[in-house]
């Protein structure tokens, strides 16, 4: 792997201290100019392209491929089917742990959805694989799909989320209802939605010698590469993978699925270099995709507006082979003070693939769900939203009773509001027109995420030349990885960030644990920042043990490290340089490891969140139904901001995919036949530029001591929360028409005129 | 992909010779015909490139007024061109309202003309559809059909007519330019495209090897300068097709409509001319009241295909609207977000 030429430094770094500075990324200049190598930019010499061939029918078998036709290809080489392939270590149905997920290695005729990988002919060129999948015409003995939210009987599953409770309760839910001065009862609807990463899920695999070379991206080096060994029987030593950069995952990339084992097992059977890459209709299947629910929410309040009961039931759908099941109940947790919350959830079985995290799993969609519906209950209490959440503002976790770690959501509701201009709305519908007579709508929403955290290690080195090293098997998805992790680094090791060969975003460095949760900067960030604590107490030791050293006799605790020196606590004056204490010393460099994971104490004692406000305006045309977000302010506490130029830029595509989440984003399901209908981006519409107003983040101060020690909670998924709500309640004020099916659509507002 | 043959005529006779063989088409920037291919919806043997062919590329103006478009005047060129886009605002705008800029860049006046519909079933092989392979059936008759045709489809075919471009090229009585095996003739725009009926995969009255090569805007098409809009409601505010629209262009003299013109896009397989409206609003006072008159009679056949009937409702709307923005008078300047509703809200503007 060539080291990565990142930029680093620019003028305006403040020295010593790099945590908190707006870099901005050091693999910009790659990525702009084309040089930043992602997994389908590799070509290995001798190398092939294998094409998947997918299923047009949700449920049922295969019963005939054309493989005769498809080897007459002109450039096909070979045709890997159920009948023709290598044999895996392990049956790729057994679920070794949690987080593997079942997937299709062409280990049986079934068809269980649509786009499921079938066969994959491999070829001389990417022309020729693709006719050849073609050529193969597929015959099916079709079976009736289960399509959609009602397809059969619902079932209660073990576990919600990542082992998540499927039922939760505290207070008696109906009491609280049946004693409530008002109540509501509403009904929504999330649809199935698909990651869309901009880069396609990829693989390029070939064997070096007895050793496995992939370039593939990834969430999860090590757990990819756990996956790899025992499905495929290699050491783990043996397995190389390199995931420098992702073209976006948001989930999808995090756990293995199906396509990048079917490139390895290509390569195998041909014994040449492989590259696959995933067409974008293909990666509608195999790849995982947020599930669609139906979300039933009942609330009651006292007479002055205090919520009595919040009950909150989720009916989502898993595939027929596999079990993940979307936990949006669980959103109404943490936020809302009501004294009894119950939170459920039930599911049907479809044939899909199986539904995966996408960015804010179950947080999205629960949260759509219960800010609508806080807004429906102030309105029927006769309050301002924001007031009528102050009034239940949550000052310790209601399903807990556990106190926050922190939660400087009070700040963001004032700071958001005051930059929004909420004072100014009217209580109530359809009262507000701009000057060209169109419907003005002001809505907000709250956010939540948990401040999550994973395993992770990591290795620091000092080198003789002073300078320093930090090594973590890190994943740069676009959020920033390389820029916001080397400036922890460089902070940790006591030097300037261009000082510091960070290196990351290969499996064999230390396990940075998966990018995924929102942990990742808090994760990686936390044995980077132990790995830097123990290298630089090991040159301490070398320094204060050694009567030549000026720093002789100040102890472990008595030494900082500061501009690629240590200097003593008490006195700044006395020091020495890393370059010197190395020298005298006589050793090329010291080494230290670190890890960063979850402190169950904390956890025990604190609920630990992430909050926000968003606030949006939307413009409606009163007799056309067409929307347009006009404004958004969101205002954040995620604890510590590494690097506020990344956080802003999270905090925006989170609002964006809120937005996308309220009025755009839909995988349309023939009921019939269980297929996706728009699996492209022509038709899967996400906002274009013209679809995101002017986006207004706000970061509100707000120091953690719990969550871990660099008191750091991520914002990679907070921002989609609180916004869906914020835009569909925006469209509710506008409009006085409240939909409860997303995304909103035009015919929905053609109600009035 | 097929393996398929690539030909670049010298002359406009040897393309449409070329282009006559079975199994030819032609191909222009591409950008629905490549797509078509990748995804095996168009399986040609051959195709005929026009791209290079001579004198295809000019937009003139005749002695006898008429405006002359080449047939591989890039969209963009064409909606970007001052003269036409002050003497013809209608079709500046409705350019400008599709697809995108990149897109709009490659684009060509015969190949916007010629895009086949964007049915979903039609772009999926593994559905029926008669268009596609005729006599197969049609998924989308029960399928998800929201989209689908409100105006003269038939029980073989559903589907819409995606240009947005042909909707007031319609209203202005276009006229295209053909060369064909038997020479050069032409014919209204209006009687290009052919309904479905019973043949859906016939989907204009072009012979194999006839090529468009320029359309052509009669004299009094200019006309209607100062009163003529497009006005398009799609599901996001750029880059998406019409959920409905309208061409709107009146001439307003002395406070009466002399004359109307009116029609409407993603309502059919057609650009759809509502003369019927038109005449109901010649010699009236331009009031809201004769345009709701002429929204009833533009969508008095109208009947739902599917979960499509709110499109009859809201193309109603859509006449009005644009009734009224064309009397109000064609706007000085194209509006940053050409033919949305939402032109004037504030915020980021990018069409
Ligand atoms: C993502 C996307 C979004 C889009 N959105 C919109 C939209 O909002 N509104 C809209 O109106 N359009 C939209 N389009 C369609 C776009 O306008 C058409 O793809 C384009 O106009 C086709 O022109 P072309 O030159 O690329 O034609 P090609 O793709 O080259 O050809 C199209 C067809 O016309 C035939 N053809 C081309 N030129 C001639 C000729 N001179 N004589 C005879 N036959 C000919 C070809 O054989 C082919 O069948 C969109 C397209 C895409 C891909
Ligand atoms: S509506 Fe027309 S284009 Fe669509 S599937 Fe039916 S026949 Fe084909």
Redesign the pocket.
Known sequence: MPELNLTSAPAHLRHGSNIGQPLTRRDGFLKVTGQATYAADNHPPGMLFAVIAVSSIAHGRVTFLDVAAAKRHPGVVDVMTPEHKPQLAIDPEIKTNPFVFRMEALHSNEVRYANQPIAVVIAETLEAATEGAALLAPRYETLPPLVGLDAGESFVPPVVGVGNPTENHRGDVEAGLAAAEKQIDATYETPPQYHNAMEPHAIVVQWDGDSLSVDMPTQGLKLSLARIAELFGIAHDKIHIRSPFLGGGFGSKGLMGGPPVLGIMATKLVGRPIKLVLRREQMYGPVGHRAPTRQRLRLGTDGEGRLTALDHHARTVSSTFDDFYEPAADASHTLYAAPAIRTSHDAVRVNTGTPLFMRAPGEATGSIALESAIDEMAWACGMDPLAFRLKNYAEVEPITGKPFSSKALRACYEQGAARFGWAKRSLQPRQMRDDDGLLVGWGMGTATFPALMFQAEARAAIRRDGSGVMEIGAHDMGQGAWTALAQIAADELGLDIDRVAFKAGTSDLPDAGIAGGSAHTATAGAAIHSAGAAVIAKLAELATGDERSPLFGAGNAGVIARGGRLVRRDDESRGESYAEILARAGVAEVEARGTGAPNPAAMEEYAMHAHGAVFAEVKVDPELGQVRVSRMVGAFAAGRIVNPRMVQSQLFGGMIWGLSFALHEEAITDRRTGRIMNANLGEYHVPVNADVPPLDVITVEEHDPHVNALGIKGVGEIGITGSAGAVANAVWHATGVRVRKFPIKIEELLTQS | MKPFDYVRPATVTEAVAAAAQPGAVYLAAGTNLLDLMKGNISRPDRLVDVTHLDGLDAIETLADGSLRIGALVSNADLAHDPAFATTYPAVAEALLSGASAQLRNAATVGGNLLQR?R????YDTA??????EAGS?????D?E?RG??VLG?SE????TNPSDFCVPLVALDAVVEIEGKGGRREIALDALHRL?GNT?ERESVLEPGDLIVAVRLPPTARGFAAHARYLKVRERTSYAFAVVSAAAALRIENGKIAEARLALGGVA?KPWRARAAEDVLTGVAPTTDAFQEAAWRALADAKPSGDNAFKIELARRIVVRALRLAAAGTPARLPALPASPLASTSGAFHA
């Open positions: 519909t049915c979903a079933y039609f559905s029926r559809c008669n268009k596609r059936g049609c998924d989308a008759r399928g059909n689908h045709a489809w073989s075919c559903i589907a479905p859906p397989a």
